[in-house]
């Protein structure tokens, strides 16, 4: 999932955009709803000397964000972007839930 696919997600639900709302909207158990969190993901990690500025962070959802870490060794960020295109392509990034409930809900369209 892409940065703007997650704000126009959060942007669709209630102003005060909180949890309980964005799972109602999207039929969405809150631990659902835990796992699509928006976080902040460094381009360039931090420990690999990433710094904290605009440029170098975008928003991710929570299991987006935690899957690029899991690995030994850590996708830099073009590569781990074109990882999840093709996944997400074939509807494999994802739990099936998601395709179903939220990205392909048409809330907002």
């Given at each position: 999932?892409?940065?703007?696919d ?8 209630d ?11 999207y ?25 904290d ?5 975008v ?6 964000n ?9 996708r830099?960020?073009?590569?781990h ?29």
């Amino acid at each position: 999932m892409v940065a703007s696919d997650l704000t126009m997600l959060w942007r669709n639900v209630d102003p005060a955009r909180s949890p309980e709302a964005f799972a109602a909207t999207y039929h969405l158990s809150k631990r659902q709803a835990h796992t699509l969190q928006c976080t902040a993901e460094h381009l360039h990690a931090r420990v690999d000397g990433g710094g904290d500025f605009e440029s170098n962070i975008v928003t991710a959802c929570r299991l987006c964000n935690a899957r690029r870490h899991q690995r030994k060794d850590a996708r830099d960020a073009i590569n781990h972007k074109a990882h999840i295109a093709r996944l997400m392509g074939r509807k494999r990034w994802h739990d099936p839930w998601v395709f179903e409930k939220v990205l392909h809900s048409g809330v907002g369209r």
